[in-house]
Structures are given as C-alpha cells and as structure tokens.
C-alpha cells in the first residue's frame, strides 16, 4: 500500500524508452573504459574518450529536440561551473596545454551528467533499472578480470597503473548492487530474478576490492557501507536480518580477500596488514603529510586563481619532498589539489557541490520515511549517495576524483540522484528551435569544431610518436618532417618543440665543425626550438638538460653556461636523472670532483618512485660513480636499489651512459 501510495504522488509519465537510456549508460561507460585504458593521458585516448563522450550527449539532445526545456538542479549548475572555471583557468595557467587537456576529462565527466538528465528528463522520478543494471554488469566483468590477475601472479588493478583506483571505482558500484537486494519487491533492476543474485554479485565486487586496495579504498568501502546499512535502515526501514546479511557478505568478502592474500593465493598485501599500519605514521602518513606540506606550500604561492588545472604533477617536482617516493603526479589529497590548481573557488565549488549531494539524501529518505517515495526510488538514492559518498571520502587521501574513469559512472549517479528529488529544484533550461536553419547549422558548427579540436590535439601526438620511431630508425629528415605535423597540429603544447631540439641535439653531435644543415646553423635552431618549448612550458625540466646537452657539443659554450643551464633543470626537478648524471660527468671531466660529489649525495638523498629512473641512477651511482661515495653513501644507494628492484620484481636492463638525456 506505502508503494501504491508513493506512486500516487509521483508525476503522470510514459513508460520509458529503454534502448535510449540503455545507449546512454553504456556509450558513457565506454568512455570510462576508454579512460581506464589510458591512464597515462595519451592524447588520442583523450581525443577518442572526448569523442565518444560527445557523441553521448548528441544522442540525448537529438532525442529531446521536441522537449520545451530540460531540468538543471542544483547539482549539474555546480558541476558546469566547475567546469567552466577550469576552462577559464587558460588564461591565467602556468601550463595552458595541459589545462586544455584537463577541460578534455572534466568536460568527458560533465557531458556524462547532461547526458543522463536529458534523456531521463520525461521521466520524472520514474525509476530506470538499466542504469544500475549496467553498472552492475560492468563491475562484474571488472571484478572477475581482477580475480583472474589477482591468481595468475599480477596486481588486481583492471586497466588502472594503481589497483587502489580499481578498488575505488569497484566501491561506486557495490553499493547499487546491496540496496537493489534490500529493496526488495520494488525493483531496481529489470527482472525480479536478477535481484536474487544480488548477494552473490555484492560478495564478489568487494572481494574483487579487497584483494589489493589500499587504505583509503578500504575506509571509503566502509564509508559507503555505513550510508547503505543506516540509509536502508531509516528510509526502508528493512529488517536487521537483512542488513546484517549485507554487512556480513562484505565483511566476509573482505576476510576471504585477506586469507588468500595470506596464503600467498594471490599477490596482494594481506588486508590486516595494510589496516593495521593504519596506527603506524610511518606507513600510513609520512610521505602524504609531506606531500600535503609541499602542496600547502604551492597554495599559499596561488591561492586565488591556483596554478592551472593539470599543471600540479609539473609544479610539484620542484618542490617534491626528499622523501617522497611517489609517482608524483598526484598531491593524494583531492580537495588540496583542487585548490593548488583552481584557486579557492575551485574548491569552494567542490564542498559546495558536497554539501548540496549531502542536503539531496537527507531530503530524500526523509521524504522516503513519509511514504513520499516508492521503495526503488528510496534505494536509488541510498546507492548513489554510498557511491558518492565513499569517493568523496577516499579523495581526502588519494586522486581518485582526478580520474574520468571513475567519475564518469559517479556522474551518471550524480544525476540520478538529483533526479530522484525530483525537479522542484531544477532550473528548466529552453531547448533551442533545432528546426530553424540557423540554429541548427551552429549547433552542428560547434560539434564539428569541438571534434577538430580533439582530432588535431589526437594527431599531434600520432605524429610526435611517429617521428620518434623515425629518429631512433635514423631517418632523420622523415622525423624532422612528422615533428613539423605534430607542430601545426597543436602548437600549443610543448612536446613537438622538445622533440624536434632533441632531433637538431643529436644531429649537432654528428655534425662536422661548420655544423650547418639544411641552410641552417644546427645550434641556432635548437636553441630557438628550446625557447619556443620553455615559453610553452617553463617548468619541465627537459628544455634546460636539452640545452646543457647541446651547449655540450657546442666548442664556443663556456662553462658557466654549461652548468647553469644543468642547474636550472635539476632545480624544476631534483629526479631529473638523466640531468644529474650528465652534470656530475661533465664536472668530472672539468676536475671539479668536490662539486661532482655533492651533486652525487644530493641525488642519493632522494626517494624516487618505482616508476621512475631510480634503479638507473643508483646503478649508474654503483658502477660510474662509485669513487665519489662514503661508506655511508654506498650503503644507502645500495639499500634503496634493492628497494626499487622488490617494488618492481626485478632488474630493468638498460645501459647507463652518464650523458644520457632520454
């Protein structure tokens, strides 16, 4: 009768377009997949994801082109001003090329959230069980793949560098799969016997999570199973049973994650190990407190406008704490480096778009306890505040929200539960006249130059990899050639300017005494080649070692310059090693070996990640280098070498050339 009753209350609507939502979720979970499979932010994944994001939201506005207006609540307002204010952070970016590239995935998540608001805007609150069962199915074929790595002797990451990142974006969809069990009757899915399995597919997503997650992925699982557990408990007021049922599955998922972890089943760490270090600082803080320090640092610097979205990872080096041996692309604090990039309304933006998410459940299982809600639309709510929820809390330690791959399915959830308030709060935005020449003919202007954008930006990269492989083949007027295309493409980045003063670097090594080529000095152009990549990025380190290399071949180059140009690289990044080592070798042949050894510590002195050249630093240090060192010096390159090679699994093979710059 309370279902009966709630539906009364909710607005007259049509059965709903099934294949039209359906082409919806799952065209944005290609993106998010297509985002999972580049998680080094390759530019033709971006232009692909872009891309197929876009034509996402095609498909929903060409749809509703006989709708009057749309709905855009609170939430979606916050979202396309979080938007917007990074896109209008081009103008102040200390790196505009990566902001750009940062309005690319911000703008792949917001495209995901109009998406669903467009399509679903005739509904109402009407629920829409392909939403949560795509989700669900997603996660499922996630989670087995996880398994599969996890017991044939790999990390349990799906396509992510971090299995952390697979765990978080496993915590957003659990939480549809418990409360589509809890709800009942009511149904959240499409068929009644698919909510039979729901135990099951609960039991395996957290298992999938579990078996390597780290810290974080853990305290937002449980943050999302509080928010599930109290909001069933309170809006469906499901029996106790049940509910310990649900927190019994994910606890003994957990607990079966950790044994075969334990048993060395798999080769993940054991779940009591990495809570337990919960209580050391050592394990759990130390490096993400100096990490917070050092962003803090940079934020006092910008605290208004902020560097420029993407540019962090860039920023960061040269400041980057001896002791963190992070990856450092990330300031594994959210919240801190929203600010550090977008400036204090960026940040304001986000606690905003927090507390209105916050406001929306509590409003809703309000309405729910009065009756004003059907089971389902209750349990809609209750799972996608868990999945917001628990990854708002995990950004509070990690860079999760950075991640189109999992916020692309939050935003999906986002909508959903702005929708399921209904659209009292929204704004209806007019749908323009897309029968009118005019209007149709800019719109299609504007598509077809957003797909340019992406298409030139994709092609600049295919022709800077290309002209690589052409370089290291010696073809070196086809690489020259590839690397003016990849010029043309994009200039606004500085990586075709970079690789092309590489290519002039290596051809000036070669080069007779007149080094001219091409009708040109070779000198000369790769010094104007270096100008235009630093006046495009000024805080790579890779222009000032590219010209120390060059000034190197250079007989008229004085010293001074030589080794400013060396300074200059390692003060934007320490872990320059390809830098450091060629410095300490040009001192050495100076005779300058007090100076060389202090170079040498400094570089020791340092934490590198295992994704980064350490290895080949300490063996170049061990084996070229090795005259330099303490007794002290020598055990704590020795250490740490070791600690690389555990990290990794092995050795990496590779030639350590004391002027090597690649």
Request: proline content about 4%; overall charge neutral; hydrophobic content about 50%.
């Amino acid at each position: 009768m309370a279902g009966n009753a709630a539906n009364t209350m909710t607005p007259s609507m049509t059965a709903p377009n099934k294949w039209l939502p359906a082409a919806v979720v799952l065209i944005a979970l290609t993106a998010a997949g297509i985002g999972q499979a580049n998680p080094t932010s390759h530019f033709i994944g971006l232009g692909i994801m872009g891309s197929v994001s876009l034509l996402g939201l095609i498909v929903a506005v060409v749809h509703a082109r006989s709708q009057p207006s749309i709905p855009l609540g609170p939430v979606g307002m916050l979202l396309l001003l979080f938007w917007g204010w990074g896109a209008l952070a081009v103008l102040w970016s200390q790196v505009p090329d990566q902001t750009v590239l940062q309005m690319i995935k911000f703008g792949a998540i917001v495209a995901a959230y109009l998406s669903w608001r467009i399509v679903m805007a005739p509904q109402g609150r009407h629920i829409a069980p392909m939403l949560y069962g795509l989700l669900i199915v997603a996660g499922l074929i996630m989670a087995v793949g996880m398994i599969g790595q996890a017991f044939t002797g790999h990390r349990a990451q799906a396509l992510f560098l971090n299995p952390n990142s697979a765990a978080a974006l496993l915590n957003v969809i659990w939480p549809a799969a418990a409360v589509a069990w809890l709800v009942g009757t009511d149904r959240m899915l499409d068929l009644s016997r698919l909510q039979r399995f729901m135990p099951g597919v609960l039991f395996l997503l957290v298992f999938a999570a579990g078996l390597d997650g780290g810290r974080a992925s853990f305290l937002a699982l449980f943050t999302a199973l509080i928010v599930v557990v109290g909001g069933a408990a309170y809006a469906l007021q499901t029996r106790w049973r049940r509910l310990a049922g649900v927190a019994g599955l994910v606890i003994g998922a957990l607990v079966l994650a950790y044994l075969a972890n334990l048993f060395g089943l798999t080769e993940g760490r054991p779940l009591a190990d990495r809570v337990a270090s919960l209580a050391d600082p050592s394990e759990a803080g130390q490096v993400r407190f100096l990490m917070w320090s050092a962003t803090w640092d940079m934020i006092q610097e910008n605290p208004w406008l902020g560097i420029g979205p993407g540019v962090f990872w860039l920023a960061y080096a040269a400041v980057r704490p001896a002791g963190d041996g992070s990856a450092g692309q990330y300031a594994h604090n959210d919240y801190l480096q929203f600010w550090v990039e977008r400036g204090l309304p960026g940040l304001l933006i986000v606690i905003a778009l927090i507390a209105v998410c916050t406001w929306l459940f509590f409003r809703s299982v309000r309405a729910g306890r009065a009756r004003q809600r059907t089971p389902a639309e209750r349990g809609a709510v209750i799972a996608a505040f868990a999945a917001i929820g628990g990854i708002g809390f995990h950004g509070l330690f990690s860079y999760q929200l950075q991640l189109p791959a999992v916020m692309i399915p939050v935003a999906l959830l986002l909508a959903e539960l702005e929708r399921m308030n209904g659209d009292t709060l929204a704004v209806n935005v007019p749908m323009p006249a897309w029968r009118r020449p005019l209007i149709f003919a800019s719109a299609s202007g504007l598509v077809a130059s957003v797909l340019l954008g992406l298409f030139l930006i994709a092609s600049s990269q295919y022709y800077v990899e290309r002209g690589q492989e052409q370089l290291r083949d010696g073809e070196i007027f086809a690489a020259e050639q590839s690397f003016s295309k990849a010029m043309t493409r994009w200039s606004m980045t500085d990586v075709p300017w970079l690789v092309k003063a590489l290519l002039y670097v290596r051809v000036s090594e070669n080069l007779s005494e007149d080094r001219i080529w091409g009708g040109e000095t070779v000198f000369s152009e790769a010094q104007r080649f270096l100008d235009e990549a630093e006046r495009r990025n000024s805080l790579r380190s890779t222009p000032a070692r590219l010209r120390a290399k060059l000034f190197l071949t250079e007989n008229s180059s004085s010293g001074t310059e030589i080794a400013q140009a060396f300074d200059a690289a390692l003060s934007r990044n320490p872990r320059d090693v390809g830098a450091r080592l060629s410095y300490i070798g040009f001192l050495e042949n100076k005779g300058e070996d007090a100076k060389a050894q202090g170079i040498l510590e400094k570089g020791i002195d340092l934490e590198y990640s295992r994704f980064s050249s350490g290895m080949r630093f300490y063996q170049a240090v061990s084996t070229d280098f090795s005259d330099y060192l303490t007794p002290y010096s020598k055990i704590n390159a020795e250490s740490k070498l070791e600690k690389i090679k555990r990290e990794i699994g092995g050795e990496i093979s590779f030639e350590a050339s004391r002027l090597e710059i690649n």
